[in-house]
């Protein structure tokens, strides 16, 4: 009762997020015809067009990164480690924050990327409703979507999206069947786009091995915390 007279008056906190992002998959959707037309060589070079661009916005940030971390290693054990690790957590912090900002102008056109090539894939198109998901997947943001509402889809678009800064991307499912079937269902959208995708299962010899050479990535739960 008291919750459903709080959003009365302040309004509901959910509504405003995706108010925000409503506009952005209009966006997304008048680029679909666009889309449409374009080959898949043509969708692989959009994928390469955002990493040059990423790579480039950010190459300054990138070689003082290295210098900072090498600083660091080279003062290892010494009253100045502590310093150190401040300044490589300074640039990491200012890195994240100029590869948000770019992956915020991309986002319409990579997402309408995964949704065309989702459809030639697997044969599935996102709604909007799960546009709406994937952006607030990718804001840091827990979202709740019941069964059949497409959680494996929607987690493509931030997949996608966040494997474009070349660090790769996680997805974590509750167990080694869902890791499977997830890469089998979705491996061939990013496939299309150019990126590597792999699955890591208890069964591995070393889950840790090869954790960063691939783009989107499908460990398990049990995975969580080796990364």
């Given amino acids: ?15 405003k997020v995706l108010k925000k992002y409503r506009p952005v ?3 997304i959707n008048d680029l679909e015809a666009e889309f449409e037309r374009k080959s898949n060589d043509d969708l692989r070079a ?28 080279d003062v ?39 949704r065309e090539a989702s ?3 697997t044969g599935l198109r996102h709604y909007d409703v799960q546009m709406l998901g994937g952006m607030v997947l990718h804001s840091g943001t827990i979202a709740e979507m019941k069964t059949g509402e497409g959680k494996t889809l929607v987690a493509t678009l931030p997949l996608y999206l966040n494997a474009l800064t070349g660090r790769g991307a996680h997805l974590v499912t509750p167990n080694d069947y869902l890791s499977k079937v997830g890469l089998q269902l979705m491996g061939p959208i990013y496939h299309l786009l150019g990126l590597s995708a792999a699955v890591i299962q208890n069964s591995a010899g070393n889950p840790d091995l090869g954790s960063f050479l691939f783009d989107p990535e499908f460990p398990n739960a049990d995975d969580r915390f080796q990364y």
Avoid: C, H
Wanted: no cysteine; hydrophobic share 40%.
């Fill in 25 to 27: 998959v209009q966006e």
């Fill in 119 to 121: 459809k030639r894939t």
């Fill in 1 to 15: 009762m008291f919750k459903k007279l709080y959003y009365a008056v302040t309004g509901d906190p959910n509504e």
């Fill in 76 to 114: 290892l054990g010494t009253d100045e480690q502590k310093y150190a690790r401040v300044e490589v957590d300074r640039i990491k912090k200012e890195l994240r924050k100029e590869e948000e900002a770019i992956l915020w102008e991309i986002l319409p056109e990579a997402f309408a990327a995964v």
């Fill in 46 to 73: 959009m994928t390469q067009s955002f990493q040059a661009r990423i790579a480039e916005a950010t190459t300054e940030l990138r070689e003082e990164l290295a210098v900072a971390e090498q600083e660091y290693l």
